[in-house]
């Protein structure tokens, strides 16, 4: 099946500072890709969708300008935690949208694991 | 609003016991359901789906029908196995827009 890469698989930063994910989708192209963000025993919560080549879709209550998404190719979005803060600390993970005519489907990357200190 | 409800684990179970996982949706129309499995160590992986009332979608033994009548997509398998421990999602809506229940932590005991 298609394959989603996440890097890296667990971070842990100061506070203040900003942390990069990347989400890539390994054999397939993905015009669009999906972040969501997941609190212990919650469900995933979808935080944006990217597009490639445009500007990503944040759902209500997602800061934009705190959780950046650049979507510069087919295989590669990235999600930048700006100034982050211990609240900020979650696991997040990205999905690619595999599309083929009437067929799509999303597929998950492994997760990664943000701890602010 | 849009929201999935499944039961809350963790559900502990002896290899070859039956399995049931609750999930229920509340929904405007009429949404294509899913269940997700996680691997330890894994991203989350389509396991089945239905995309109609009276649909059954099936996959490695499991089982789960779009109930209508009861806005219900409960997962089954008749005999679970070690290799089944994971994380269950249940999910509505489309590939465009997934909604999840917040999961179901299975270990299966040799």
């Known amino acids: 099946g298609a394959v989603v890469s996440q890097h890296p698989s667990w971070v842990i930063c100061k506070s203040g500072t900003s942390v990069k994910i990347e989400c890539r989708s390994l054999d397939f192209q993905a015009t669009t890709m999906f972040w969501y963000r997941q609190f212990p025993k919650q469900s995933l919560m979808l935080m944006a969708t990217s597009n490639e080549g445009s500007k990503a879709t944040y759902e209500q209550g997602v800061e934009k300008d705190k959780f950046l998404i650049n979507h510069a190719s087919l295989t590669l979005s990235t999600l930048t935690v700006t100034s982050a803060h211990p609240e900020d600390s979650s696991f997040y993970i990205c999905s690619a949208l595999l599309t083929s005519g009437a067929y799509n489907e999303q597929f998950f990357g492994p997760g990664t694991r943000l701890t602010v200190l | ?110």
């Open chain 2, 1 to 110: 609003g849009n929201s999935v409800t499944q039961m809350e684990g963790p559900v502990t179970l002896s290899e070859e016991a039956f399995l049931t996982i609750n999930c229920t949706y509340t929904a405007t129309g009429y949404p294509s359901l899913f269940w997700y499995v996680q691997y330890p160590g894994e991203g989350l992986q389509l396991l089945l789906k239905a995309t109609k009332a009276d649909d059954k979608g099936s996959n490695k033994g499991f089982e789960a029908t779009y109930r209508k009548e009861t806005t219900s997509f409960h997962l089954e398998k008749g005999s679970v196995q070690v290799s089944d421990s994971a994380v269950y999602f249940c999910a509505r809506g489309s590939q465009g827009n997934l909604i999840f229940g917040k999961g179901t932590k299975l270990s299966v005991k040799p």
